[in-house]
């Protein structure tokens, strides 16, 4: 098979399946996996799919994502593009049980999760859910409540009884703010209690956010900074407050 072949029967199995995996593709075409990596690179810049840890997704699964984020979410795309990925690198091999916060951030870990692995995914974000739903690697649990326009997300009651019922190795959550004095904080009350429900359900909390929330306090804490493990954020994050967040026992991971 030609290349040009080989391409287009990538590009088709893409666009028809959604997702596939490097190693599969290297044994359904008899190729390398380096050689499957730089096929779909070359796809990529024709638009015609997107690369993600471990293999490819359609554009039409990245549109549908992208659709479903509020506008106000595309702000810092590219840091927490990177902030995904760098957050991507701190799961195990063989899978796990993760609860995935609401966020912009969160969602795009999401469409990274590797399918050469199997993932039970716990999550009360309805963009997530819509992601993950159709993806054979992955078993997913949507957690009921009311679903807030503002962040499409369940909230309430229901959904911070349903997360205690739950253990989990990871869980993964966005923020509003962070400091060390206020700690982690959102403007929303029932937005806080379902933040604070993940992380008392989860063995190791991650707090994926973009610097610019660094040093922001919201109306609400939902944790303090001791509370969660690791801070992925950006490399524009300053010396002093990852010093900071270091001394207060927060791992600090910049992308």
């Known amino acids: 098979m030609y290349a040009e072949e080989r391409h287009q029967a990538i590009a088709e199995l893409v666009a028809t399946r959604g997702r596939v995996a490097v190693t599969e593709l290297a044994s359904r075409f008899d190729v390398t996996t380096e050689t499957v990596r730089r096929d779909l690179s070359?796809?990529?810049?024709?638009?015609?799919?997107?690369?993600?840890?471990?293999?490819?997704?359609s554009m039409r699964s990245v549109t549908m994502l992208e659709a479903q984020l509020p506008e106000r979410d595309h702000a810092q795309e590219d840091e927490k593009?990177?902030?995904?990925?760098?957050?991507?690198?701190?799961?195990?091999?063989?899978?796990?049980?993760?609860?995935?916060?609401?966020?912009?951030?969160?969602?795009?870990?999401a469409a990274l999760l590797p399918p050469s692995e199997h993932w039970t995914v716990i999550t009360h974000a309805v963009p997530i859910a819509a992601l993950l739903a159709p993806l054979p690697h992955v078993e997913l649990h949507l957690l009921p409540g009311r679903?807030?326009?503002?962040?499409?997300?369940?909230?309430?009651?229901?959904?911070?009884e349903a997360i205690g019922q739950f253990r989990a190795d990871l869980a993964?959550?966005?923020?509003?703010?962070?400091?060390?004095?206020?700690?982690?904080?959102?403007?929303?009350?029932?937005e806080a209690a379902t933040k604070r429900a993940l992380i008392e359900s989860a063995q190791r909390a991650v707090v994926v956010s973009d610097a610019t929330k660094v040093g922001q306090e919201r109306t609400v804490r939902f944790a303090a900074v001791e509370d969660?493990?690791?801070l992925v954020t950006d490399d524009s994050i300053e010396e002093a407050d990852a010093k900071a967040f270091e001394a207060a026992g927060l791992d600090v991971v910049r992308a």
């Open 81 to 109: 593009e990177r902030i995904a990925r760098a957050a991507v690198t701190l799961l195990p091999e063989g899978g796990c049980t993760l609860l995935l916060d609401a966020g912009s951030t969160t969602v795009r870990l």
């Open 42 to 57: 070359q796809l990529e810049r024709l638009k015609l799919l997107r690369r993600v840890h471990g293999g490819a997704v």
């Open 228 to 230: 969660v493990d690791v």
């Open 147 to 160: 679903v807030r326009p503002t962040t499409q997300a369940a909230v309430g009651h229901a959904t911070v």
């Open 172 to 190: 993964f959550l966005g923020t509003n703010g962070i400091s060390v004095r206020h700690g982690l904080s959102t403007p929303d009350p029932e």
